[in-house]
């Protein structure tokens, strides 16, 4: 009777003006191979989310599309919705 648990990142997908990239990540549990449960995790990365703790596949779409045009864009919207004192 093994118990074993894997994570998938099932689902990448960007998303709007300033490529937000939304990620699904699947844990599944299964015993002796036959899958018991399975539960998800959504979370969404924006160009100036620290990406060093994502997975390969989620780092590699990030750094394809946050060009220096999309980040100079998405620090400016920031700076532009900060309220005035």
Not at 9 to 33: H, L
Not at 47 to 74: F, L, M, R, Y
Not at 75 to 83: F, G, N, Q, S
Request: aromatic fraction near 8%.
């Amino acid at each position: 009777m093994a118990l074993t648990e894997s994570i998938e990142y099932d689902k990448i997908e960007v998303t709007g003006q300033y490529k937000a990239v939304q990620v699904r990540k699947t844990t599944v549990i299964k015993k002796d191979g036959e899958e018991l449960t399975r539960s998800y995790h959504r979370y969404v990365l924006q160009p100036d989310s620290d990406i060093s703790g994502e997975p390969a596949e989620v780092s590699a779409i990030c750094n394809a599309v946050w060009t220096t045009d999309v980040k100079a864009a998405w620090k400016a919207k920031l700076e532009a919705d900060k309220p005035s004192e």
